[in-house]
């Protein structure tokens, strides 16, 4: 039957469920790919005939081979978007600089994508809380303790709290 | 590694599938007792049991999902889709009087997913069959959450009669 190698590299990344990334299965994709001209060509062969022979005995068999292309399409678009969502992921675990034996992983399309991301990501995170920036890739998880240490920009004088607490706030002391 | 990020395609609602989720994909990869309607000229090779050239109407095949849907046509002059028997009457009336002691892992790995997809196939108990999926989550339903909520530490052997994907459909995390 068509589409098994399709199913085959969709099987090897759902099989990781915990979002690790498998090596790029180039030698999958390839196959893939073969199977999907080796389709297309058997059709435009006789999608040709059908039409200047009037044989349309043929028609479910294009319809077949073409659902077949349609699905190895999905596979293919499918396994890369997944990797890429993984990819993503590494990002925020590993930071921008990966480990090397992850990086052996990726095609080098996926490197470029790596890349573009982490610069999007900087640009953002630049433009976020003021001059420096905000580095959100750091304390993801909220803090345990009730109460924040902050540090006082501009002298405001006397500032009183909910609870009728006075604190002074004046530029720079942290409170 | 402690992944919170990583958030793949989830699979799609009921008669849709999600065309990106690894989930649909091997869902549709599923097989279902077919039967061709009409010839399908040169493509005899994928028949191992017959020799012709064709695929001759009126060959009884395991498709895969994605395959009779592609071809299905609501005319049923392309090919014609047989209920796997857990969704056929017997089951049924089965699943309708107690769906919880049903090892459901063991009717293959799909049953709420392949029950909606043949939904596709305008069988005339598609209404019945409908109910049933329905009804049999709503059944195991509470079940699975109890399960989920207080497997820690606990023997989950028992557990083996409810299949992976109830518990995922549960959204809960268990702490094996």
Same mark, same amino acid.
């Given at each position: 039957?068509?589409?098994?190698k399709a199913i085959e590299i969709i099987r090897e990344l759902h099989r990781m469920g915990d979002g690790q990334l498998p090596a790029f299965n180039e030698d999958g994709i390839r196959q893939v790919l073969e199977e999907m001209k080796a389709l297309y060509e058997q059709n435009q062969s006789d999608v040709n005939e059908a039409k200047?022979?009037?044989?349309?005995?043929?028609?479910?068999?294009?319809?077949?081979?073409?659902?077949?292309?349609?699905?190895?399409?999905?596979?293919?678009?499918?396994?890369?978007?997944?990797? !890429?969502?993984?990819?993503?992921?590494?990002?925020?675990?590993?930071?921008?600089?990966?480990?090397? %034996?992850?990086?052996?992983?990726?095609?080098?399309?996926?490197?470029?994508?790596? %890349?573009?991301?982490?610069?999007? !990501?900087?640009?953002?995170?630049?433009? !976020?809380?003021?001059?420096?920036?905000?580095?959100?890739?750091?304390?993801?998880?909220?803090?345990?303790?009730?109460?924040?240490?902050?540090?006082?920009?501009?002298?405001?004088?006397?500032?009183?709290?909910?609870?009728?607490?006075?604190?002074?706030?004046?530029? %720079?002391?942290?409170? | 590694?402690?992944?919170?990020?990583?958030?793949?395609?989830?699979?799609?609602?009921?008669?849709?599938?999600?065309?990106?989720?690894?989930?649909?994909?091997?869902?549709?990869?599923?097989?279902?007792?077919?039967?061709?309607?009409?010839?399908?000229?040169?493509?005899?090779?994928?028949?191992?049991?017959?020799?012709?050239?064709?695929?001759?109407?009126?060959?009884?095949?395991?498709?895969?999902?994605?395959?009779?849907?592609?071809?299905?046509?609501?005319?049923?002059?392309?090919?014609?889709?047989?209920?796997?028997?857990?969704?056929?009457?017997?089951?049924?009336?089965?699943?309708?009087?107690?769906?919880?002691?049903?090892?459901?892992?063991?009717?293959?790995?799909? *049953?709420?997913?392949?029950?909606?997809?043949?939904?596709?196939?305008?069988?005339?108990?598609?209404?019945?069959?409908?109910?049933?999926?329905?009804?049999?989550?709503?059944?195991?339903?509470?079940?699975?959450?109890?399960?989920?909520?207080?497997? *820690?530490?606990?023997?989950?052997?028992?557990?083996?009669?409810?299949?992976?994907?109830?518990?995922?459909?549960?959204g809960q995390k268990r702490n094996d």
């Open positions: 039957m068509f589409c098994e200047s022979e009037g044989k349309s005995e043929l028609i479910p068999t294009i319809k077949f081979r073409h659902c077949c292309l349609l699905r190895n399409q999905r596979c293919i678009a499918a396994y890369l978007y997944d990797r !890429l969502l993984r990819i993503r992921t590494l990002r925020w675990e590993y930071g921008s600089v990966l480990p090397t %034996n992850i990086r052996f992983h990726m095609c080098a399309e996926e490197l470029e994508w790596f %890349n573009q991301y982490k610069k999007s !990501l900087a640009t953002f995170m630049r433009s !976020l809380g003021g001059e420096e920036g905000l580095d959100i890739t750091q304390d993801m998880k909220p803090p345990k303790s009730l109460y924040i240490e902050v540090r006082c920009l501009k002298d405001h004088g006397e500032f009183e709290i909910d609870d009728g607490t006075i604190i002074l706030l004046k530029k %720079n002391s942290q409170v | 590694m402690e992944t919170h990020s990583y958030l793949p395609v989830p699979p799609g609602v009921g008669m849709e599938e999600n065309f990106l989720s690894l989930d649909d994909i091997l869902l549709s990869h599923e097989r279902l007792p077919s039967r061709t309607e009409c010839t399908f000229p040169r493509l005899g090779f994928l028949e191992k049991s017959s020799d012709s050239r064709d695929i001759q109407e009126g060959t009884k095949m395991e498709m895969p999902l994605f395959l009779a849907k592609g071809l299905y046509e609501r005319k049923r002059r392309v090919v014609s889709v047989e209920l796997p028997k857990v969704y056929k009457e017997g089951w049924r009336t089965v699943f309708n009087a107690d769906p919880t002691v049903v090892d459901l892992h063991k009717m293959g790995p799909y *049953y709420y997913g392949l029950g909606s997809q043949l939904l596709h196939f305008d069988s005339p108990e598609n209404p019945e069959i409908a109910q049933a999926v329905l009804q049999t989550f709503i059944g195991r339903f509470r079940r699975t959450m109890d399960s989920s909520q207080n497997a *820690y530490n606990e023997d989950t052997s028992a557990l083996g009669i409810w299949f992976h994907l109830e518990l995922k459909a549960t």
